[in-house]
């Protein structure tokens, strides 16, 4: 994004300034070259993904960011959307936002995760907005308002703020919202980290929000501790244990373990590689697209390859990807400590979406996903209002069931609009 306007630091919340999303052409022009100039490594017997992403699919699709992929194709329909950008706190926030149409709707931040990029809200930004052009009731309408997290992606890359976490954030996006914005009272809804960013809301600042929508129910101190990076948390394997039990802790290890150590541990490390390679880069976001979506074995059934790379692009192009990791460690390092001491912690009505692709051991089905939500020490930590689980779809929940989302997250502020 060109940035069109300067912005003064002490400024604690700068009138936004609409903007339209542009990539220059000698950034896109070096991209290619880069592409280009890739050297693959040796990378037998891995057809299967059992060592990482495969060469050869790696391969071609990088032949086909070079070659064929189109951003301009994708800048246009990113700037379908109106886009602003703001210094909230001393720190340049890009959002898109898409007024409601209805008789009265209520404001909604969205806020998205890793490997997430503001583009991942983009099959439910227009219904939310509009209800009745896609056969909805107007009263549902939203004021959408989806920022890029600081750091993950435009207005540029993030400086002067090395120690971002979720939970400073949170304390941007309510300046955002109630003084840049000017809201009274808003509603919030994320996944991932913006779950918790969106949780943490939900706690600090409950009294100023309608509530919130959530795709996990994380708790906020879930990077406290001295092995936060150990997503097993010291959960045994043991023979003793239903084999289906156990082969399920295996899965969820194996798909989070290296994630959550290296970003936590690691990430400036491996920075070097991923903002120098764009093929680097896109092996391990893929990684995780792959792994973490309810795809079946064929990634390209979530994502198209223009999916894939117009993310991918959103990372590159503003050399976003070490800061987009460093918000693992900085939770660990500047923990999450309450705002307040009242029950439950989140005290803003909060509406939960579950998906059975992320089941714990033991739960198999959409109904025991619920029950077992509800009974768990995790529960209490909510004012939960409203907890669905829902067969398909994986840890992008409004990217591959997008209508499951929508509709769940009506439901939880149905009834608590003015």
Known sequence: ??????????????????????????????????????????????????Y????????DLVEYWRDGYDWRTAEAAINAYEHYEATVSGVPVHFMRKPGRGPAPI??????????????WSKVIDPLADPAASGGD?????????????????????????????????????????????????????????????????????????????????????????RAWDFARNRPLSDEQPADVRARLVELDRRSASHLAVHML????????????????LAWLLERWNSWSDNGGDVESV?????????ATIYWVNNSIATSMRYYANAN???????????????????LTFVTYENPPGIRTAAERVRAFENSPQAAWFNHVNVTAHERGGHFIPWENPKAWVE???????SRRP
């Not at 009138?15 to 040796?42: E, K």
């Not at 404001?107 to 991942?120: D, E, K, Q």
Request: negative net charge; proline residues 9%; charged residues 20%.
């Open 303 to 311: 994502f198209s390859k223009d999916d894939l790379l117009t993310h």
């Open 138 to 226: 107007p009263a549902d309408a939203f004021d959408v308002i989806v920022p890029s997290l600081p750091g993950f992606g435009f207005p540029g890359p993030l400086t002067g703020f090395p120690d971002v976490n979720f939970w400073k954030v949170a304390d941007l996006w309510h300046v955002l919202m109630t003084e840049t914005l000017g809201y009274e009272r808003y509603a919030a809804g994320g996944c991932d980290i913006g779950g918790i960013i969106s949780s943490q809301l939900g706690h600090k600042y409950a009294d100023e929000l309608y509530g919130i929508h959530i795709g996990s129910g994380l708790p906020l101190d879930f990077f406290t501790g001295p």
């Open 408 to 414: 769940d997250l009506r439901r939880t502020f149905r």
């Open 333 to 351: 390092r500047h923990p999450w400590a309450p705002a307040h001491d009242r029950s439950p912690v989140v005290q803003a009505p909060v509406g």
């Open 266 to 281: 690691d990430g400036a490390t491996l920075a070097h590689g991923l903002s120098d390679s764009p093929a680097g880069l």
């Open 52 to 59: 990482g992403v495969p060469a050869g699919y790696l391969r």
């Open 107 to 120: 404001p909604l931040i969205l806020t998205h995760g890793w490997p997430w990029t503001f583009w991942h």
């Open 1 to 50: 994004m060109e940035i069109n306007s300067s912005y003064s630091a002490e400024d604690h919340a700068m009138t936004p300034h609409a903007t339209a999303i542009h990539v220059p052409d000698d950034v896109l022009d070096d991209l290619r070259a880069r592409l280009g100039a890739t050297r693959s490594p040796l990378d037998e017997g891995n057809a299967d993904w059992s």
